[in-house]
Protein backbone atom coordinates (compact mmCIF):
# COMPACT_ATOMS: atom_id res chain seq x y z
CA UNK A 1 0.00 0.00 0.00
CA UNK A 2 0.92 3.45 -0.88
CA UNK A 3 1.14 6.05 2.07
CA UNK A 4 -0.60 9.62 0.63
CA UNK A 5 0.23 12.94 2.06
CA UNK A 6 -2.74 14.11 4.38
CA UNK A 7 -3.73 16.45 1.53
CA UNK A 8 -4.21 14.30 -1.19
CA UNK A 9 -7.11 14.65 -2.92
CA UNK A 10 -8.55 11.83 -2.01
CA UNK A 11 -8.14 13.30 1.60
CA UNK A 12 -9.11 16.50 1.21
CA UNK A 13 -13.15 16.06 1.75
CA UNK A 14 -12.71 13.95 4.94
CA UNK A 15 -10.66 16.42 6.54
CA UNK A 16 -12.66 19.12 5.82
CA UNK A 17 -15.66 16.86 6.89
CA UNK A 18 -14.10 16.57 10.14
CA UNK A 19 -13.23 20.08 10.64
CA UNK A 20 -16.89 21.23 10.10
CA UNK A 21 -18.31 18.71 12.63
CA UNK A 22 -15.18 19.35 14.99
CA UNK A 23 -16.29 23.52 14.51
CA UNK A 24 -19.97 22.40 15.17
CA UNK A 25 -19.30 20.58 18.49
CA UNK A 26 -17.15 23.25 20.19
CA UNK A 27 -20.09 25.88 18.97
CA UNK A 28 -22.99 23.82 20.58
CA UNK A 29 -20.40 23.03 23.86
CA UNK A 30 -19.66 26.36 23.77
CA UNK A 31 -23.18 27.68 23.92
CA UNK A 32 -24.25 24.85 26.21
CA UNK A 33 -21.51 25.96 28.67
CA UNK A 34 -19.47 22.77 28.41
CA UNK A 35 -16.32 25.03 27.75
CA UNK A 36 -16.33 27.09 31.00
CA UNK A 37 -14.50 27.05 34.32
CA UNK A 38 -16.71 27.72 37.42
CA UNK A 39 -19.83 28.99 36.68
CA UNK A 40 -21.47 25.84 34.99
CA UNK A 41 -22.59 27.69 31.69
CA UNK A 42 -26.67 27.52 30.86
CA UNK A 43 -28.59 30.37 31.46
CA UNK A 44 -27.31 31.36 34.98
CA UNK A 45 -26.16 35.33 35.70
CA UNK A 46 -27.85 37.83 34.23
CA UNK A 47 -27.27 36.98 30.38
CA UNK A 48 -29.18 34.28 28.03
CA UNK A 49 -26.92 31.71 27.96
CA UNK A 50 -23.65 30.64 27.16
CA UNK A 51 -20.60 30.46 29.96
CA UNK A 52 -22.00 31.36 33.23
CA UNK A 53 -24.32 33.90 31.83
CA UNK A 54 -22.53 35.20 28.91
CA UNK A 55 -24.45 36.72 26.58
CA UNK A 56 -24.92 34.42 23.34
CA UNK A 57 -26.38 35.35 19.63
CA UNK A 58 -27.55 39.27 19.10
CA UNK A 59 -26.17 42.08 20.34
CA UNK A 60 -28.27 43.39 23.48
CA UNK A 61 -28.93 46.81 25.39
CA UNK A 62 -26.18 47.20 28.60
CA UNK A 63 -28.91 47.78 30.02
CA UNK A 64 -32.74 47.17 29.78
CA UNK A 65 -34.68 49.51 32.37
CA UNK A 66 -38.60 48.71 33.51
CA UNK A 67 -39.98 51.79 34.85
CA UNK A 68 -43.16 51.51 37.55
CA UNK A 69 -45.63 53.30 39.26
CA UNK A 70 -47.14 51.78 42.35
CA UNK A 71 -50.89 51.53 42.59
CA UNK A 72 -51.98 52.61 38.43
CA UNK A 73 -50.25 53.06 35.09
CA UNK A 74 -46.79 55.39 34.77
CA UNK A 75 -47.61 59.15 34.21
CA UNK A 76 -48.52 60.31 31.29
CA UNK A 77 -46.03 62.58 31.04
CA UNK A 78 -43.03 60.14 32.37
CA UNK A 79 -39.63 61.34 30.93
CA UNK A 80 -36.23 59.91 30.43
CA UNK A 81 -33.24 61.85 30.59
CA UNK A 82 -29.60 59.63 29.93
CA UNK A 83 -25.75 61.09 30.12
CA UNK A 84 -23.01 58.36 29.08
CA UNK A 85 -19.38 58.86 28.52
CA UNK A 86 -20.54 60.02 24.70
CA UNK A 87 -22.78 62.62 26.36
CA UNK A 88 -26.55 63.18 26.53
CA UNK A 89 -29.08 61.08 24.77
CA UNK A 90 -32.21 62.62 23.23
CA UNK A 91 -34.71 63.09 25.71
CA UNK A 92 -37.63 60.21 26.18
CA UNK A 93 -41.15 62.01 27.04
CA UNK A 94 -44.18 59.79 26.58
CA UNK A 95 -46.90 61.63 25.95
CA UNK A 96 -44.53 63.27 23.15
CA UNK A 97 -44.22 61.08 19.45
CA UNK A 98 -41.29 63.67 18.18
CA UNK A 99 -39.26 62.31 21.27
CA UNK A 100 -39.39 58.73 20.13
CA UNK A 101 -36.16 57.42 18.74
CA UNK A 102 -34.71 54.17 17.20
CA UNK A 103 -31.68 52.60 17.19
CA UNK A 104 -30.37 54.27 14.51
CA UNK A 105 -31.09 57.19 16.17
CA UNK A 106 -30.45 57.12 19.65
CA UNK A 107 -28.70 55.05 22.27
CA UNK A 108 -31.91 55.64 24.47
CA UNK A 109 -34.61 53.35 22.82
CA UNK A 110 -38.55 53.00 25.11
CA UNK A 111 -40.75 50.02 23.59
CA UNK A 112 -43.65 52.27 22.44
CA UNK A 113 -45.67 51.93 19.61
CA UNK A 114 -44.74 54.32 17.14
CA UNK A 115 -48.30 53.37 14.65
CA UNK A 116 -50.32 54.97 17.61
CA UNK A 117 -51.05 57.78 19.84
CA UNK A 118 -49.19 57.89 23.14
CA UNK A 119 -50.49 55.26 25.90
CA UNK A 120 -53.17 56.51 28.09
CA UNK A 121 -52.50 53.89 30.72
CA UNK A 122 -48.93 52.27 30.54
CA UNK A 123 -48.77 49.76 33.28
CA UNK A 124 -44.61 49.50 32.67
CA UNK A 125 -42.15 51.86 30.49
CA UNK A 126 -39.11 49.37 29.29
CA UNK A 127 -36.42 51.02 27.98
CA UNK A 128 -33.39 50.14 26.42
CA UNK A 129 -30.07 51.58 27.33
CA UNK A 130 -27.80 50.99 24.20
CA UNK A 131 -24.69 52.44 25.72
CA UNK A 132 -20.59 51.46 26.53
CA UNK A 133 -20.24 51.96 30.13
CA UNK A 134 -21.21 54.00 33.09
CA UNK A 135 -24.70 55.61 32.59
CA UNK A 136 -26.86 58.38 34.73
CA UNK A 137 -30.40 57.88 34.26
CA UNK A 138 -32.98 60.58 35.02
CA UNK A 139 -36.48 59.74 35.19
CA UNK A 140 -39.48 62.20 36.17
CA UNK A 141 -43.67 62.04 35.88
CA UNK A 142 -46.61 64.19 37.68
CA UNK A 143 -47.32 63.09 40.84
CA UNK A 144 -44.08 61.24 41.68
CA UNK A 145 -40.44 62.02 42.78
CA UNK A 146 -37.71 62.99 40.59
CA UNK A 147 -35.77 59.79 40.51
CA UNK A 148 -31.90 59.90 40.05
CA UNK A 149 -29.31 56.24 39.46
CA UNK A 150 -26.38 55.70 38.33
CA UNK A 151 -26.33 52.10 36.29
CA UNK A 152 -22.53 50.78 36.45
CA UNK A 153 -21.82 47.98 34.01
CA UNK A 154 -21.05 44.33 35.73
CA UNK A 155 -17.76 42.94 34.44
CA UNK A 156 -17.89 39.03 34.00
CA UNK A 157 -14.57 37.47 34.67
CA UNK A 158 -15.73 34.08 33.08
CA UNK A 159 -16.92 36.22 29.85
CA UNK A 160 -14.29 38.93 29.70
CA UNK A 161 -16.77 41.21 28.72
CA UNK A 162 -19.77 43.67 30.14
CA UNK A 163 -23.20 41.42 30.59
CA UNK A 164 -26.41 42.80 29.89
CA UNK A 165 -28.40 43.84 32.83
CA UNK A 166 -32.35 44.19 33.73
CA UNK A 167 -33.35 47.17 35.88
CA UNK A 168 -36.60 47.31 37.60
CA UNK A 169 -37.53 50.93 38.85
CA UNK A 170 -40.29 51.85 40.69
CA UNK A 171 -41.61 55.52 40.91
CA UNK A 172 -42.32 57.12 44.05
CA UNK A 173 -45.36 58.99 45.51
CA UNK A 174 -44.45 62.36 45.87
CA UNK A 175 -45.73 63.84 49.39
CA UNK A 176 -45.76 67.59 49.71
CA UNK A 177 -45.76 69.03 53.51
CA UNK A 178 -46.45 65.38 54.68
CA UNK A 179 -49.59 64.78 52.11
CA UNK A 180 -49.51 62.80 49.20
CA UNK A 181 -50.66 63.90 45.65
Known sequence: ?????????????????LAALS????T??????ACDGA??????????GGAGGCPVGP?????????????????????????WSA????????DDPTTW???????????????????EALDALVCELWTAGVARV?????????????LTPVMSEVCEDFIPQKVDIELVPAVDGGIED
Do not use: W, Y
Request: hydrophobic fraction near 40%; proline fraction near 11%.
Open 39 to 48: GGGGAGGSGT
Open 138 to 150: EISGTGHEDLEQT
Open 1 to 17: MVARPPFAPGRVLPLSA
Open 59 to 83: REAMFTITVRAPGGPVPSDTTVRVT
Open 28 to 33: TAAAMG
Open 23 to 26: LAAL
Open 87 to 94: GEEPVFVL
Open 101 to 119: KTLDEANLVCAVDRAKPPP
